[in-house]
């Protein structure tokens, strides 16, 4: 079962790839064939955010395009701050299904930024993986 601990890893994680998608980076391709680093980024930003309305029973529109920023950090903390808070407050939210967003984009603006995922905690893949099964 997923934990909080393994969110706050699958967390760091993506904060790491997110301070090295800068400058010229941000307009790299990424695995996923229609996105940029920068449309990745926007991506896991907006997805935290979702991810927070949905842990607090709220409905959310998974059509909305994210809102583009050119410093995601900021936002990306604010919201996963956020996440963790409400996670703690005992939302039944699917931690594995977070862990799943979390890991799988990590590896791929790990990919699309070159970098090696070796350094990675493996169970914050294998807890997205288990859900995603």
Do not use: K, N, Y
Not at 64 to 75: A, E, G, N, R, T
């Amino acid at each position: 079962m997923t934990s909080r601990t393994q969110i706050e890893t699958g967390i760091r994680q993506v904060t790491t790839l997110l301070a090295a998608a800068e400058g010229d980076a941000r307009a790299s391709a990424t695995p996923c064939t229609e996105w940029t680093v920068a449309d990745l980024t926007d991506h896991l930003v907006h997805t935290a955010g979702q991810l927070v309305t949905m842990a607090r029973g709220e409905d959310i529109d998974w059509s909305i395009s994210p809102q583009s920023v050119s410093d995601p950090i900021p936002l990306w903390t604010e919201r996963t701050d956020e996440l963790l808070a409400v996670i703690d407050s005992g939302s039944p939210l699917p931690l594995g299904m977070v862990a799943a967003e979390f890991s799988v984009h990590a590896w791929d603006l790990a990919t699309a930024l070159g970098r090696g995922t070796d350094d990675f905690d493996s169970t914050v893949a294998e807890e997205g993986m288990a859900f995603m099964s």
